[in-house]
Each structure stands twice: as structure tokens, then as C-alpha cells.
């Protein structure tokens, strides 16, 4: 049982995880933290939160956990205004979907208070943002990643791992850089192409008529290129070289593709196409 709980950045990951611990009666009382006051009373409103608090440095100390579920691109400065204010026994957790800058932000910002802090990520979301997109059925068997760090406590990681099982999730431990890896060939690299497939369609001239005639597979492909553009910015920035390793990977291919169709070398288009359906058949 957490007695309290603090989610800074109650948007659809922090939210729906409140969701899940109060449903669960597994959290005594849960505040939230954000910059839109209107964003934080909704956040009460729909009985996400028990209470709101612009500050963060007040609304974390007395909190027994925190959850840190802001973009990437802002999780330093988090760390950094609740470094001096957590309780000495809290536990601290992040649900960033990159580990490599986030932990070395931490690093930096959190200091002596490392040990407390269970670098996390679950893989769960959809392209909907914000607290009224919450829900707390969103982590019912999805994977959660944590890449506990040499300095981070069992005692913490206990916590943070039980938090999610009570949320419904399925908790595993990757390395950081592991994790990073695989991300940006899973997640990262999909919601460039979704983003750049749509922009490319939508620069082209007669791009009403091409959206008409979209069919499902088109709305398949790119459901992710609705998601949040300032998250995903922070979120290709920040795993730069591993997402710029799978982009070049992906580029070679669509070139072999591209000088196959130009060949006409039906052999090797439809022995990449019988690959890739084995591959997603067995797969997903
Ligand atoms: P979201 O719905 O947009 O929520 C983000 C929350 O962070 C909002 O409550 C917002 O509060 C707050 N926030 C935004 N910018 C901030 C800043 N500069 N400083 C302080 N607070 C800020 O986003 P989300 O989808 O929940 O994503 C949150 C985190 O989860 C990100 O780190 C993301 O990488 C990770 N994640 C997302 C998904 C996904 O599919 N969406 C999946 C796994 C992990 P205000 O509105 O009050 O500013």
C-alpha cells in the first residue's frame, strides 16, 4: 500500500496509473503536480488525483512514491526542484520511453538521493494525450521495463515493481542501453516513418483527394503520427544515436526495395514480402 503518491505530469501515463492504484485501493492518497492549474482541477474532477500542487518541491514532500511522467525533454529540470525536497525514505520513478538521457539526468540532478530512484518505462500508450485520455484498464498485461542502476536499492525496486504488478502489469529488467536499443527499432523508428509517411502525403498537391481515398491500411499505419509532436520530438533527440542507427538500417532496405521495383525483380520483392509476413504472422 502506498500511502501517498505524487504524480508530476498527470497526463495519459501518469493519470491512468493513478487510475489503476486507486482502483486497486493499493494508494491512500494520490496529488498531482503539473503547469495548467485547468489541467490539474480536471485531474481532481475525475477523481484522478485527491489534490493538486503547483510546486513541486511541496507537493513531494511528504509523498511516500513519486512518479515522474513528464516528456523526456523535461524530466531534468523535474529531478532537479525535487532533489532537495523528497522524504529520505521515498522512492522515485520516471515512465520515460528513453532510459539513456533520462538516468543520466538523474545522474546529475538527483545526486546522494540515486539509490531511491527505479528508472522505468511501461509499453503501453496509445496516440491520445492529456488526462481525460487516461484510463485505468491501459497497463492490463503490458509490458513494464525497469533498468534498475548499480546504485538503485533492491527495497526501492521492490516498490516500484510491486506498484506495477497491482496496475496490472508485467514487470521485466533491461539494461539501459538495451533498452534504448530495442525501443528505437520498435517504437522510435515506427512513429518516425507514421510522421514522415503522413507529412510526405500532406505536402503533396492534390492531398485532400489522397486523404479521401485512405483506406484502412493507410489509417493503420499511421494512427501513431497523431500521438504528441513535442513528445516524440523529445523522445528522437533524446535516443539520437540508436534511433539514427535503425533510420540508416531502414534506409539500405527501402533502397534495395526501391532498385528492385525499378529492376522489376519480382524475385526479390516477393521474397522480402513472404519475410516480413512470416516474420509479423509468427511475431505480433
Ligand atoms: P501527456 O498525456 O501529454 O502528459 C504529460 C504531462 O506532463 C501533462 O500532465 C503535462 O502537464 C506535463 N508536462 C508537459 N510538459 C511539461 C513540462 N515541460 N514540465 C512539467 N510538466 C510538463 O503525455 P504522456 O503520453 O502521458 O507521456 C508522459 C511520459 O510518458 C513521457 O515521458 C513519455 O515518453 C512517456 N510514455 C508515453 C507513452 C505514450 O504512448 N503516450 C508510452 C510510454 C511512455 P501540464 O498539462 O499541466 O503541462
Redesign the pocket.
Known amino acids: 500500500m502506498i500511502n501517498k503518491l505524487c504524480v508530476?505530469?498527470?497526463?495519459?501515463?501518469?493519470?491512468s496509473l493513478a487510475r489503476a492504484l486507486k482502483e486497486a485501493e493499493y494508494v491512500g492518497h494520490v496529488i498531482a503536480?503539473?503547469?495548467?492549474v485547468a489541467?490539474?482541477e480536471r485531474a481532481v474532477e475525475l477523481g484522478v488525483a485527491d489534490s493538486f500542487d503547483t510546486s513541486i518541491a511541496n507537493a513531494v514532500a511528504d509523498a511516500d512514491v513519486i512518479i515522474v511522467?513528464?516528456?523526456?525533454?523535461?524530466?531534468k529540470?523535474?529531478f532537479t526542484e525535487l532533489s532537495g525536497s523528497v522524504k529520505p525514505d521515498a522512492v522515485i520513478t520516471?515512465?520515460?520511453?528513453?532510459k539513456g538521457n533520462v538516468v543520466c539526468d538523474a545522474r546529475t540532478a538527483l545526486d546522494d538521493r540515486l539509490s531511491c530512484f527505479v528508472p522505468g518505462?511501461?509499453?503501453?500508450?496509445?496516440?491520445?494525450?492529456?488526462?481525460e485520455?487516461?484510463f485505468a484498464e491501459l497497463y492490463q498485461g503490458q509490458r513494464v521495463i525497469l533498468t534498475p542502476l548499480e546504485e538503485t536499492s533492491a527495497i526501492a525496486t521492490q516498490t516500484i515493481t510491486k506498484m506495477w504488478h497491482i496496475a496490472g502489469a508485467d514487470v521485466q529488467s533491461l539494461s539501459v542501453e538495451h533498452h534504448d536499443e530495442v525501443l528505437a527499432a520498435t517504437s522510435h523508428l515506427p512513429h518516425a516513418l507514421a510522421y514522415t509517411l503522413v507529412d510526405t502525403l500532406a505536402q503533396m498537391h492534390e492531398h485532400r483527394e489522397i486523404f479521401q481515398f485512405a483506406a484502412g491500411g493507410f489509417k493503420d499505419f499511421t494512427r501513431i503520427a497523431s500521438?504528441?509532436p513535442?513528445?516524440w520530438h523529445?523522445?528522437c533527440l533524446n535516443n539520437r544515436d540508436a534511433l539514427l542507427d535503425m533510420l540508416n538500417r531502414f534506409s539500405n532496405d527501402i533502397n534495395k526495395l526501391t532498385k528492385a521495383i525499378e529492376d522489376e525483380d519480382s524475385e526479390f520483392i516477393l521474397k522480402l514480402f513472404k519475410r516480413a509476413k512470416t516474420a509479423r504472422d509468427q511475431n505480433c
Request: charged content about 15%.
Open positions: 508530476i505530469g498527470i497526463g495519459l501515463i501518469g493519470g503536480v503539473g503547469r495548467n489541467h490539474l511522467a513528464v516528456p523526456v525533454g523535461a524530466m529540470a523535474v520516471d515512465v520515460g520511453s528513453v518505462h511501461p509499453i503501453a500508450g496509445t496516440e491520445k494525450s492529456g488526462v485520455a487516461s500521438s504528441d513535442q513528445m523529445d523522445i
